[in-house]
């Protein structure tokens, strides 16, 4: 099944998106965060109300979708590499 990113509705900070991608790859590393540079884009929350007007609802958490997604790029790679 193809991978397709509509989002939830809900919005996550960077820390805490960096915090799951951490959980998803089972990465027991340090996070460090440089405090000093600009924060970016304050929100990049996905607006879903269309979706859901049809009756659509999230499936995939954000940990696991980021576990499917690591896993199927993983998969691809795997599969280029052993050509």
């Known amino acids: ?26 990465f027991k590393g340090e996070l460090v965060f440089d405090t000093t540079k600009p924060d970016g884009t304050p929100q990049k929350l996905l607006d879903v109300t269309r979706m859901a007007t049809l009756g659509w609802k999230p499936r995939t958490n954000l940990l696991e979708g980021i576990k499917q997604t690591y896993e199927a790029a993983r998969s691809q790679l795997e599969a280029l590499t052993t050509r």
Not at 2 to 26: F, M, S
């Open 1 to 26: 099944m193809p991978l397709i990113n509509i989002g939830t509705g809900t919005d996550v900070t960077i820390r805490e998106l960096a915090e799951q991608v951490c959980a998803a790859l089972d």
